[in-house]
């Protein structure tokens, strides 16, 4: 009897281990409430205001040659579609999830955390997922759309808690004329043309599947559904304008359709007036992103106010920046938190001459190897897309503007740089602000050194 009475108390006390062991995975958790918008705020799922501060993983979905590891200043897609001639499809694809892999790690995850930041902005490529621009999907075993890299950023920004935002950056049919979109002067996507319209078909189907894969998904805080569509194009052609809207709408509908819960970011670029308003084709919680890289604080100022004056009943979000010319860091941060708006720097890592010590980059390296993707064989493409991109290995440090930037993350507002439209500034200490000038200086010297090369090539608008 006594053996019995044993036995299940042992049987009892193993229940109970066991069922709890889900509440106990619960309770340390780092899933992140869900975000939805309130009039001009992001709100959480308890009711709390939400200001998203962090930074892009540029150059992981698709790569720039002025801080990436090759060269050619006209896009990714004429460095992708020649190693294809040379090694075919399926292999060029698993080169760049190799690339993918080292760029950004789980040492890249923590780092951004341990700034202070909540947010890192994902910018993607189509081809990262898709074998053509027709919407051929890369699929798994089972058949099923492989989405398994951006599932592995969730759960790393779940692990850390982050949020992330889904920026399609490179489209079907190429949204700007701008290399960073894939290939440079080559917009088609707007075009009234049955090739334009297919183009916009697959990106439509893109978002759809993208949307009804993270449903549900509070890590995702927002989906960015074109990065700097038209760019400088409307002011040269403003017959897009139209079909940029109705477009944008299109998505919009779609995507509410497949995920009637997550924020949809339409990037107003490079002023509010650029894309419609909320009330003319009746779209609800979205956040509305502008990019800034004025040459001076009163500019900033003035860009600043138009986003306040607009009348849009919705957040603005800072998707990209950088302080050109006389516009100062101090200055920046100090009026986006005044005016509670979320921000991400451009960008997070960047390699190239005098990326170690430029105040583009958290993390930076000036020996990093290019690739020569027209004679590197396989193996040396897959040693320099390897372990030596890796942030925690010899090749990067930790820029100044890492421990600059923490300085804002919590909300801070320089006062002293905002009266004196940055002449004073007073975050950090007085080494951080002496070495972010010389940084700059010396940021802006490889600045103009790429655009005389890309202005050499016909690259640059």
Known sequence: MKALKKFTSLVIALVMI?????????????????????GKKIID??????????????????????????????????????????????????????????WITETDYKNVASLGMNTVRLPIWYRNFQSDDNGTWYRNENGEIDFSELDGVVEMCKKYGLYLIIDLHGLPGYQNDYDHCGQSKSMSLFDDTDKGRRYREV????????????????TVAM???????????????????????????????????????????????????????PDVYGWKNIVYQEHLYDITNFTILRKCNEIRDCGYDAPFYIGEFYPRGLTTFG????????????????????????????????????????????????????????????TDGEKFTE??????????????????SLITFGLLDTAGTKEQRDAMLSEKLTAIKTTISDWLRKLKTGDLL
């Open 203 to 218: 990106v439509v189907n893109f978002w759809v599947e993208l949307a009804k894969h993270y449903k549900g998904e509070s």
């Open 399 to 416: 820029n100044t503007f890492a421990g600059y930037a923490a300085n804002f993350t919590d909300g801070f507002v320089d006062n002293a």
């Open 45 to 102: 799922s308890n009711g709390k205001e939400v200001i998203l501060r962090g930074t892009n993983f540029g150059g992981w979905g698709i790569m720039e040659d002025w801080f990436c590891p090759y060269t050619n200043p006209a896009g990714e897609e004429q460095v992708y579609q020649t190693l294809v001639g040379r090694f075919g499809q399926q292999a060029v694809h698993e080169l760049f999830k190799t690339y993918r892999s080292n």
């Open 223 to 277: 989906y960015d559904l074109m990065n700097e569509p038209l760019g400088t194009n409307i002011t040269r052609d403003g017959s897009f304008q139209q079909t940029f809207w109705d477009f944008s709408d299109e998505l919009y509908r779609a995507v509410r359709k497949a995920d009637p819960d997550t924020i949809i970011c339409m990037e107003a670029i490079w002023d509010p007036s650029a894309i419609a308003s």
């Open 18 to 38: 066991l069922t709890a062991v889900p509440l106990f995975a619960s309770a340390v958790s780092n899933e992140l409430p869900a975000l939805h918008t309130e």
């Open 331 to 390: 200055y920046l941060f100090s009026i986006f938190n005044s005016r509670g708006y979320s921000w991400t720097t451009w960008t997070y890592k960047g390699a190239g001459p005098d990326a170690d010590k430029s105040p583009w980059f958290l993390y930076g390296s000036a020996t990093i190897e290019k690739i020569d993707y027209e004679k590197d064989s396989m193996e040396e493409l897959q040693r320099k897309f390897g372990e030596v991109l890796r």
